[in-house]
């Protein structure tokens, strides 16, 4: 028997005690929430009954797009009795309404539903993937970007999206690198960041902001063999340095809701770790939000091996610390029973229940619950001209020239007849991407329609589609091959199908799929230029591709604009400055392969070809096709004159950049850092800054960053995070590989 209650139970006993009810303290109250706010929510506790308690920790699908299998059915009924806290895949302001309208009207206490939805890149203006944003290195036009979101969804009776997704992931295999923001941890916890800073806004209560909820918690994106709901399996260590701080970033931005992840941790799925979902996510990091589940993760359990049926599922989740169960209806099903078994306490069960009405108190539900169904802003506000003109400039700025053979970009003024070729050239259906939310596919535009509505009438353009994009039939050669000798310049649009990225989208092989790569041999013979335009969701192993005499202009799936915005960058309007955020490696045996790796004991120097017995393989070089934080420019860019200044725990770097070529051009100037000696071995290189900055042509500009010694620290075996005084090497430069260095000794 535990011999000493910690303070915050001797509070709840009290306030039980005091109060007659199980309403708890109001210290686990956000700070936002206004008095009104709190009295509503305590008068509502106190009326509630346990059924209508549970009621509130079911999250129920609408039926509309469906990602798993469909657990509940009678949905409307379970409104109706109070038993629907809140509601996913509606959207459109009738429909909520109408819904909305069944739990206000008809339920006994009234109390208004959530509506979530997974709107990941954008709602009815779809963006560019969120990998594609991230290689834009705009935290502005990234948060902007889900405003924009936020406005549209909003505007469609929204209140909650399942996103950010904030998952580090380093294995390009796993279909789901196209929803985060990449391989880098601080990159992606500031990224995360202005996700959630763009859904919430300034004020959540505002009629077009909505809930964030950060996904998946935790280590999602580290599935062994990169396939789909793997077993995850990583050191304390990694799971704190490299998949955690994201989350942190969310919670610290203010973000009201986390969603845990279907992988296991340490043999415990993430639905029913206590230590994840309580102990650190709660009492370390102060968490006041409210816990879903993923779809139907509770169930899971079973699978898992770790809980008997559902009933017992649900009570591992719940007392972990799961407010809210998606779609599997453990919690509606069970919870009653499980609390008159005493397996669950009525405590725990109140909290969650409170947490729940305290989202719908944030969100300004109980002044108006329809305060998101406007049927004018519904009309007025969704794919506005400035929400089409932000989505195009958005795929510009993701957009990443990884190679420019012969400057072959941008298109040649003047150029005469051009062939537009392949199986991403003209297929709309392909534009926006998995995760698309409401998008319309038909709303896209393609490469083709784009760039033969930029060329207008002067240049002729046509078009052959060459090969399927994932099949082996080479029928279509001869035409495109005919096609290309009559042209004189040809764009080749190649790729993966929206739908092999996403949930559920493992691939072992990253090469291109089906025959492309031969379409892209057969061209080149011609000896035309081609400047080949990539539409994917994760990196692709592309050496084939890159050994041709070819410009590839990686553009993701876009979005609504895609075209548009990749036709600003061909035609030069726009000098692309966008860079990688994953590695591309050589060869898909190189997976894990990331730029911030340890060093080993025995390293490969690459000048040394002869020594057998170091880390490198047989058949292919360790480096990776193209490297973390590369990307071109039409521009050329010249480092020189590294200075680094330490000054008690300040380190300040300055670096003078040239535009050394004849356009103006933006570029992403990356500061990274190496503890030369460490407690613990250290990467070989760690992102500690960038600056985008526009340097006009001719022009050098001085680009300074401030470090504080406390960004050099990390988890060292004690799980506490400091820094190690000693050498550090500091690099500054164009991406994670090309840069120039010092060395600096840190007291
Ligand atoms: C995904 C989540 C998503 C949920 C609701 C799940 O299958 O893993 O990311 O938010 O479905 O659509």
Not at 125 to 144: A, H, R, V, Y
Not at 257 to 284: A, Q, Y
Not at 493 to 513: K, V, Y
Request: net charge negative; hydrophobic share 40%; with cysteine.
């Amino acid at each position: 028997m535990q011999k000493c209650f910690s303070l915050a139970s001797m509070v709840a006993i009290l306030m039980f005690t005091f109060t007659g009810s199980c309403v708890l303290s109001q210290t686990t109250v956000h700070q936002n929430l206004s008095a009104s706010d709190i009295a509503k929510i305590d008068s509502l506790m106190s009326q509630m009954t346990l059924e209508e308690k549970i009621g509130q920790l079911n999250l129920f699908a609408s039926g509309w797009d469906a990602t798993g299998p469909m657990a509940g059915s009678n949905n409307e009924q379970l409104i109706r009795e109070g038993k629907v806290g809140a509601i996913l895949n509606a959207y459109t302001v009738d429909y909520v309404r109408a819904l909305q309208r069944m739990a206000v009207d008809d339920s006994r206490l009234k109390i208004p539903l959530l509506f979530g939805y997974d709107v990941i890149h954008g709602h009815r203006t779809i963006f560019p993937i969120p990998l594609g944003q991230s290689c834009s290195w705009n935290l502005k036009m990234i948060e902007d970007a889900e405003r924009v979101a936020a406005v549209e969804a909003t505007a469609e009776g929204l209140n909650w999206t399942f996103a950010p997704m904030v998952d580090i992931a380093r294995d390009p295999r796993w279909g789901r690198v196209m929803e985060g923001a990449g391989e880098d941890t601080w990159l992606g916890s500031k990224i995360a960041a202005a996700r959630v800073k763009g859904f919430q806004g300034k004020d959540l209560k505002a009629n077009n902001t909505l809930l964030a909820c950060a996904k998946h918690f935790a280590a999602y994106g580290a599935p062994q063999g990169g396939r789909d709901y793997h077993t995850v399996d990583i050191s304390q260590i990694s799971l704190y340095e490299w998949y955690l701080p994201p989350f942190k970033a969310c919670l610290d931005a203010g973000a009201g809701s986390i969603m845990t992840s279907f992988n296991e941790i340490g043999g415990v799925p993430s639905t029913c770790n206590k230590w994840l979902l309580t102990d650190l996510l709660r009492k370390e990091w102060g968490f006041k939000g409210f816990v879903v589940t993923d779809w139907t993760s509770t169930n899971e359990l079973v699978d898992h091996g770790v809980a008997e049926n559902f009933k017992d599922a649900a009570r591992l989740a719940l007392n972990a610390g799961v407010d809210m169960d998606m779609v599997g209806c453990t919690f509606l099903d069970y919870m009653a029973e499980l609390l008159k078994e005493k397996k669950v306490t009525m405590g725990r069960i109140d909290t969650a229940a409170r947490s729940i009405l305290e989202a719908k108190a944030l969100l300004g539900l109980f002044d108006d619950p329809y305060r998101y169904c406007s049927k004018t802003r519904q009309e007025t506000e969704i794919m506005t001209p400035d929400h089409l003109s932000l989505a195009r400039r958005m795929v510009s700025e993701s957009c990443v020239l990884l190679q420019n053979q012969n400057q072959i970009l941008p298109i040649p003024e003047g150029v005469g007849r051009v062939a537009i070729i392949g199986p991403l050239a003209d297929s709309k259906k392909d534009m926006l991407g998995s995760w698309s939310g409401a998008g319309k596919w038909e709303k896209s535009v393609t490469l083709l329609e784009a760039v033969r509505e930029r060329f207008g009438k002067k240049t002729q353009v046509f078009y052959e589609k060459g090969c399927n994009a994932n099949d082996n039939d080479k029928s279509g050669f001869d035409a495109a091959v005919k096609l290309a000798m009559s042209a004189d310049y040809i764009i080749l649009a190649l790729g993966e199908n929206s739908w092999m990225s996403g949930e559920a989208a493992s691939r072992t092989s990253i090469e291109l799929p089906g025959v492309q790569n031969e379409l892209a041999e057969v061209l080149a013979k011609t000896g035309k230029p081609i400047a080949v335009v990539l539409f994917n969701g994760r990196p692709l192993a592309i050496t084939k591709l890159s050994g041709l005499p070819v410009a590839i202009l990686e553009a993701w799936f876009g979005g609504t604009q895609a075209g548009n915005g990749i036709a600003d960058v061909l035609f030069g309007d726009v000098n692309p400055a966008g860079k990688i955020t994953m590695t591309f490696p050589r060869s898909g045996g190189q997976i894990p392969i990331f730029y911030n790796a340890k060093n080993t004991g025995r390293p490969f120097i690459l000048t040394d070809t002869t020594d057998k017995y170091v880390s490198r393989y047989l058949d292919c070089s360790n480096d990776p096709l193209f490297p973390f934080g590369y990307g071109l420019s039409y521009t050329s860019f010249e480092y020189s004159n590294l200075e680094v200044a330490t000054d008690v725990n300040k380190i300040t770097v300055t670096v003078q950049v040239a535009n050394t070529g004849s356009r103006d051009g933006e570029e992403v100037i990356q500061l990274y850092v190496r503890d030369k000696v460490g407690s613990l071995t250290r990467p070989v290189k760690e992102l500690k800054g960038f600056e985008k900055a526009l340097i006009k042509k001719g022009e050098t500009k001085t680009i300074s960053f401030i470090l504080n010694t406390n960004d050099l620290a990390y988890y060292h075996t004690d799980m506490k995070k400091y820094w190690d005084p000693g050498e550090f090497e500091v690099f500054v430069g164009t991406n994670s590989a090309e840069t120039i260095s010092k060395s600096v000794t840190i007291k």
